[in-house]
């Protein structure tokens, strides 16, 4: 079990062994000015390589800049120090898929029309193919609804609708902001199957935020533990498991070992 800290000699922004590299996230810092003037330094020097096809959880207590770091590996806010480059140019708008913890469905649009609003509001206004839509909302088991419209699904359906609507146009990464933490823990383990699913049918590079160390531990290659303000990288751990999860996973020592020294990080 790899142990990093920033006392131990490998550092933590250790790349990424058996993935070619997709970014690079360098000297990362954020401070945010308050309307009072007040500055808070909310990341503070972050290093981190995303290897291409690679999923990454990280975790770290509230208000360590978990989401603040997502943000800005998506480009929605540019207002930092250090890089975070791409080692192919991204195309614009298109190589982010991002997922909040709120679906955030079209209530007038049915499934299929949500799905396909991510490829709507790119510049070329292509539509999507109705075999597209309908292969996207296989991935979930959600075929059967693509004519449905949200109100008439579950929380875990519409999430898992926001997730393809995010995979609509093929992104090159896909961000999830605590993801699942709306949903109750039966639907949250049916959901972390899904993901499964989608990684071995796209090889997507996922990075996503979670309180949950066993989510970390189920669905992550590598964890990366953040410690609290101003935000830092604790530590990144290699999950030692191979890719192949299910439910059997949840019960091995290994498992159950990993996500417990993981929670110890975090105490
Ligand atoms: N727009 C903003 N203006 C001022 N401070 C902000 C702003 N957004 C975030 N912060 C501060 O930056 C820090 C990091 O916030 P961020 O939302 O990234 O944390 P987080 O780890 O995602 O938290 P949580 O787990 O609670 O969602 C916090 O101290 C927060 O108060």
């Given at each position: 079990?790899?142990?990093?800290?920033h006392?131990?000699?490998?550092?933590?922004e250790?790349?990424?062994?058996?993935?070619?590299?997709?970014?690079?996230?360098?000297?990362?810092?954020?401070?945010?000015?308050?309307?009072?003037?007040?500055?808070?330094?909310?990341?503070?020097?972050?290093?981190l390589?995303?290897?291409?096809?690679?999923?990454?959880?990280?975790?770290?207590?509230?208000?360590?800049?978990?989401?603040?770091?997502?943000?800005?590996?998506?480009?929605?806010?540019t207002?930092?120090?250090?890089?975070?480059?791409?080692?192919?140019?991204?195309?614009?708008?298109?190589?982010?898929?991002?997922?909040?913890?709120?679906?955030?469905?079209?209530?007038?649009?049915?499934?299929?029309?949500?799905?396909?609003?991510?490829?709507?509001?790119?510049?070329d206004?292509?539509?999507?193919?109705?075999?597209?839509?309908?292969?996207?909302?296989?991935?979930?088991?959600?075929?059967?609804?693509?004519?449905?419209?949200?109100?008439?699904?579950?929380?875990?359906?519409?999430?898992?609708?926001?997730?393809?609507?995010?995979?609509?146009?093929?992104?090159?990464?896909?961000?999830?902001?605590?993801p699942?933490?709306?949903?109750?823990?039966?639907?949250r383990?049916?959901?972390?199957?899904?993901?499964?699913?989608?990684?071995?049918?796209?090889r997507?590079?996922?990075?996503?935020?979670?309180?949950?160390?066993?989510?970390?531990?189920?669905?992550?290659?590598?964890?990366?533990?953040?410690?609290?303000?101003?935000?830092?990288?604790?530590?990144?751990?290699?999950?030692?498991?191979?890719?192949?999860?299910?439910?059997a996973?949840?019960?091995?020592?290994?498992?159950?070992?990993?996500?417990?020294?993981l929670?110890?990080?975090?105490?």
């Open positions: 079990m790899t142990h990093h800290t006392e131990d000699t490998a550092p933590p250790a790349a990424a062994t058996d993935h070619r590299r997709l970014l690079e996230i360098r000297g990362v810092s954020k401070e945010y000015v308050s309307v009072k003037g007040a500055s808070v330094r909310a990341l503070d020097d972050v290093n390589d995303i290897g291409d096809g690679e999923i990454i959880a990280i975790i770290g207590p509230s208000g360590c800049g978990k989401s603040t770091l997502l943000r800005m590996v998506a480009g929605l806010d207002d930092y120090e250090g890089t975070i480059e791409w080692t192919r140019a991204p195309r614009p708008g298109r190589d982010i898929g991002f997922v909040f913890q709120e679906p955030a469905l079209l209530p007038w649009r049915t499934v299929a029309r949500n799905v396909s609003l991510g490829i709507e509001v790119q510049k206004r292509s539509d999507l193919p109705t075999d597209r839509v309908d292969q996207l909302l296989e991935l979930v088991g959600l075929r059967d609804f693509a004519k449905s419209y949200p109100k008439e699904l579950s929380g875990g359906m519409r999430q898992r609708v926001a997730i393809v609507r995010a995979l609509a146009y093929d992104p090159r990464i896909l961000l999830m902001d605590e699942f933490g709306a949903l109750d823990a039966i639907t383990d049916k959901l972390h199957d899904d993901i499964l699913r989608i990684w071995a049918a796209t997507k590079t996922i990075v996503f935020v979670t309180h949950s160390v066993e989510e970390a531990a189920y669905l992550a290659d590598r964890v990366v533990v953040m410690s609290p303000r101003p935000g830092r990288l604790r530590s990144v751990h290699q999950v030692p498991l191979d890719r192949n999860r299910d439910a996973t949840r019960q091995l020592p290994v498992f159950a070992e990993f996500a417990g020294m929670r110890g990080e975090l105490a």
